[in-house]
Nanobody, 122 residues
Framework: QAQLVESGGGAVQAGGSLGLSCAAA????????MGWFRQAPGKERELVSA???????ITSDYSGGRFTISRDRARNTVILQMYNLKPEDTAVYYC????????????????WGQGTQVTVSS
């Protein structure tokens, strides 16, 4: 069992930047893909970006190039750096870990963090 803990959420004005961090602990040796999802009120949870935990290759990016995902294996941490934020980016952001490569769907992710709120005001 792996445990994921997100941090770094908060409130920011449109056009601003925010960084989210996800610390992994426990059984992390078999993690292949780490992803960031988000869920806005009344909407389904969606994948924002994902990275191969071993190689560091970004496997998914649905941010339109505004967000950058990276990982630090020495610290068991995945970071989502968000730039030029828009009000429509307002959501709860979740870190998730998958045991398969190129994981894109929710069902492919085994472990989830508790989520962190990001609020972007206009």
């Amino acid at each position: 069992q792996a445990q994921l803990v997100e941090s770094g959420g908060g409130a920011v004005q449109a056009g601003g930047s925010l960084g989210l961090s996800c610390a992994a602990a426990g059984r992390t040796w078999n993690i292949v893909t780490m992803g960031w999802f988000r869920q806005a009120p009344g909407k389904e949870r969606e994948l924002v970006s994902a990275i191969n935990w071993l190689s560091g290759i970004i496997t998914s990016d649905y941010s339109g190039g505004r967000f950058t995902i990276s990982r630090d294996r020495a610290r068991n941490t995945v970071i989502l750096q968000m730039y030029n934020l828009k009000p429509e980016d307002t959501a709860v952001y979740y870190c998730a870990a998958s045991l398969v490569s190129n994981a894109r769907s929710i069902s492919q992710y085994e472990y989830w963090g508790q989520g962190t709120q990001v609020t972007v005001s206009s």
